[in-house]
């Protein structure tokens, strides 16, 4: 998905680099029922069809296309399967240290200390303002992946009446072809 996304020639990524850092990320999530290695996997795989069938490849930059890449793979490191309102609710050590989006906060935070590790640096070839640019990108990226901010923040009735316009439309193809 990197090489096929080239972001590994474009950044200088160094190979080896690269496949350790994936598995160090892989390494540090635990076996939890749903926000697992086999999730995040899910999650990169399905950003990469998109940057594929979705012809974004053409679209995005390759910085965008290598953050994106990055924070699917990070955005739920090391989660413990419970969600932010129970870290709140047992005034949990996390919950303590990240006022909003405590597992989300955690997760980029556990992100940077993999890249910070001793041959797990992917960047290690950017400069100074490239790197603080990626860094930033994964953070906003995977601080987004708070579902509670988002519904917030969403109109619903915009969106139920986009889903119900697909809905009719695809209906109308199906009933009524060419």
Avoid at 46 to 53: D, G, H, L, Q, S
Wanted: charged share 20%; net charge negative.
């Amino acid at each position: 998905m990197f090489r096929d996304s080239d972001v590994i020639d474009h950044f200088h990524m160094n190979y080896r680099t690269l496949t350790r850092w994936i598995l160090s990320v892989r390494k540090n999530y635990r076996k939890v029922i749903y926000h697992n290695w086999r999730h995040a996997f899910n999650v990169v795989q399905c950003m990469f069809a998109i940057f594929k069938e979705g012809k974004m490849l053409e679209r995005l930059s390759a910085m965008e296309r290598m953050t994106l890449l990055v924070a699917c793979l990070c955005h739920d490191l090391d989660h413990r399967g419970t969600t932010n309102t129970f870290q709140a609710q047992s005034s949990s050590p996390l919950a303590d240290l990240y006022s909003t989006s405590t597992m989300e906060h955690h997760h980029f935070d556990h992100s940077i200390m993999i890249l910070n590790s001793e041959g797990n640096n992917i960047f290690e070839n950017m400069d100074s303002s490239e790197y603080a640019e990626a860094i930033s990108m994964i953070e906003t990226d995977i601080l987004a992946t708070d579902l509670a901010l988002y519904f917030k923040s969403v109109d619903h009735d915009f969106c139920y009446l986009v889903v119900l316009r697909l809905c009719v439309q695809e209906a109308h193809e199906v009933l009524l072809p060419g």
